[in-house]
Structure formats: structure tokens, C-alpha cells
């Protein structure tokens, strides 16, 4: 499907750029326009990855400027079974957030949605719709964390929590024999049963620099099911300068 919405996408926005007008768009091109990796977009159309979040088949619904029907099928096409499902509610309140960068996730780490701050510091990246995949099978992510062990353990803390609980869901003990199979690190820290989460992310950004940012995790009175991932920088530090430099980044990627 998505090899054939490809070839049939409008074209015109590329002609001032390749000089004649191509025949139809590229992979890399897709990708960049969906804020997703090539690499990611490339297993998508090769169905080599099966299991896009929303917000990928968001940025999919805008690249290939399809109507709400179209964006629809896409969708049912993506996840034939039931799926999260996330409100314009939720959707609101994470945008509604200009200076830090938020994600609105479910208990397996799944992104549901996320402001414009978040899709920058993580454009480009390989599973960045699923947290736990991201820091544990993102190429990246041992520089983009450059304390990764200690952000590898927190993942680890908030998972093993969720397993613990109520929430505990088909789709939860699928990603959790999913990193056991394909991640040693993983293994061995769920093997420990590590419980603490921890408050601060230290992350590195090619274009804004380390970033020492404050998690908060906030829950959503009108959807339980739903977890608020903020972090922000605290006031008259560096991280606060680059949160300022990523905002001006999202805006430019708007």
C-alpha cells in the first residue's frame, strides 16, 4: 500500500528542487516529509516492520496529503486488530505545551502523540513510536542517551512497574519477549528487577547540544489508560537555552 501511495503522490512541491519533474516520490523523501527515518520508512514499505503507532501513520497521512477516508484505510490497513486509541483531548493537551517536550504514551511505551518539541528531538531516529524499542534497539541511542545505562535502567524500572499492575496487556508481555529476544542488555537488566525509575534524562542532540532535562510523569484524569511524559529544563540553565534553540528547530519543521 504504501509503494503504491508513493508513486501515486503528488509531485509538485519537488520540482524546484530536482529541476524536471520526477516521476514520483522518493523513500527518503516520504520519510523526511513524515518526520520518520529512511531507514524506518524503508522497512515499513517492505513490510519488514509491521507495527506503526499513530503517530507515524500521522506524519504517513500528511505526506501523502491523503483525505480522512484514505487516512482511514491507511489505518485500518496498519493495524487490522484493535489499537490504542488516543483523544483529541490528549491530542490538545500535548500540544497545548510550547517550552518543553512532552509525549502522551501507554503503559508498553507506545507514543500516542506528541508536541512539536518532542517530534523534533527525536526526528530521524529508528523506533521512535515505541520508547523501550527506541532505547534499546535504536542504532542511536547509546549517543543520544549519553548516560544510556542509566536510562536503559529507568526504561526498564517503568516497564517492570507496568508488568506488576493491572495494565499488564497482550501487547505488553509481546515487547517484553520482543527486547528479551532481540536486545542482551535488556535481558540482563530485566533479569534484576530493577524499580527506580529516576527523575532526570540526559540526552545529546547534534544540533542543540546535552540536554539535562527533568522527567515528570502525569496522569490524565479523562484517560487513565494514558501517561503525560514531560521534560523540562530548570530555569536559567543551558538545557533551558537549547529547550529555546529545539523550539525554534520545531517551528522551522512545521
Given at each position: 500500500?504504501?509503494?503504491?501511495?508513493?508513486?501515486?503522490?503528488?509531485?509538485?512541491?519537488?520540482?524546484?528542487?530536482?529541476?524536471?519533474?520526477?516521476?514520483?516520490?522518493?523513500?527518503?523523501?516520504?520519510?523526511?516529509?513524515?518526520?520518520?527515518?529512511?531507514?524506518?520508512?524503508?522497512?515499513?514499505?517492505?513490510?519488514?516492520?509491521?507495527?506503526?503507532?499513530?503517530?507515524?501513520?500521522?506524519?504517513?497521512?500528511?505526506?501523502?496529503?491523503?483525505?480522512?477516508?484514505?487516512?482511514?484505510?491507511?489505518?485500518?490497513?496498519?493495524?487490522?486488530?484493535?489499537?490504542?486509541?488516543?483523544?483529541?483531548?490528549?491530542?490538545?493537551?500535548?500540544?497545548?505545551?510550547?517550552?518543553?517536550?512532552?509525549?502522551?504514551?501507554?503503559?508498553?511505551?507506545?507514543?500516542?502523540?506528541?508536541?512539536?518539541?518532542?517530534?523534533?528531538?527525536?526526528?530521524?531516529?529508528?523506533?521512535?513510536?515505541?520508547?523501550?524499542?527506541?532505547?534499546?534497539?535504536?542504532?542511536?541511542?547509546?549517543?543520544?542517551?549519553?548516560?544510556?545505562?542509566?536510562?536503559?535502567?529507568?526504561?526498564?524500572?517503568?516497564?517492570?512497574?507496568?508488568?506488576?499492575?493491572?495494565?499488564?496487556?497482550?501487547?505488553?508481555?509481546?515487547l517484553v519477549e520482543q527486547l528479551c529476544s532481540e536486545s542482551k542488555e535488556f535481558?540482563?537488566?530485566?533479569?534484576?528487577?530493577?524499580?527506580?525509575?529516576?527523575?532526570?534524562?540526559?540526552?545529546?542532540?547534534?544540533?542543540?547540544?546535552?540536554?539535562?532535562?527533568?522527567?515528570?510523569?502525569?496522569?490524565?484524569?479523562?484517560?487513565?489508560?494514558?501517561?503525560?511524559?514531560?521534560?523540562?529544563?530548570?530555569?536559567?540553565?543551558?538545557?533551558?537555552?537549547?529547550?529555546?534553540?529545539?523550539?525554534?528547530?520545531?517551528?522551522?519543521?512545521?
Amino acid at each position: 500500500m504504501l509503494r503504491a501511495l508513493r508513486r501515486a503522490a503528488p509531485v509538485d512541491a519537488l520540482i524546484r528542487r530536482h529541476g524536471p519533474q520526477p516521476s514520483e516520490l522518493r523513500r527518503e523523501e516520504v520519510a523526511i516529509m513524515a518526520g520518520i527515518s529512511p531507514a524506518y520508512y524503508a522497512r515499513l514499505e517492505e513490510g519488514r516492520e509491521t507495527e506503526p503507532c499513530d503517530q507515524v501513520l500521522h506524519g504517513l497521512s500528511r505526506a501523502f496529503d491523503l483525505d480522512a477516508a484514505a487516512s482511514e484505510h491507511m489505518f485500518d490497513v496498519a493495524h487490522p486488530r484493535e489499537r490504542p486509541q488516543v483523544s483529541q483531548q490528549v491530542v490538545r493537551t500535548v500540544e497545548g505545551w510550547y517550552h518543553a517536550p512532552v509525549f502522551a504514551v501507554n503503559h508498553q511505551l507506545d507514543v500516542l502523540a506528541a508536541n512539536s518539541l518532542a517530534r523534533t528531538l527525536f526526528k530521524g531516529m529508528d523506533h521512535a513510536d515505541n520508547l523501550m524499542r527506541h532505547a534499546f534497539l535504536a542504532p542511536v541511542a547509546h549517543q543520544f542517551f549519553p548516560d544510556w545505562e542509566q536510562e536503559a535502567r529507568s526504561k526498564v524500572a517503568h516497564l517492570r512497574a507496568a508488568t506488576d499492575g493491572e495494565h499488564t496487556s497482550p501487547a505488553l508481555r509481546d515487547l517484553v519477549e520482543q527486547l528479551c529476544s532481540e536486545s542482551k542488555e535488556f535481558r540482563q537488566l530485566w533479569s534484576r528487577g530493577d524499580m527506580d525509575p529516576g527523575e532526570f534524562k540526559h540526552m545529546y542532540h547534534p544540533e542543540i547540544g546535552h540536554l539535562n532535562l527533568r522527567h515528570d510523569t502525569l496522569n490524565m484524569q479523562s484517560s487513565p489508560d494514558v501517561l503525560l511524559f514531560v521534560c523540562s529544563a530548570d530555569p536559567g540553565t543551558s538545557s533551558e537555552e537549547a529547550l529555546t534553540l529545539l523550539s525554534i528547530l520545531a517551528a522551522d519543521d512545521e
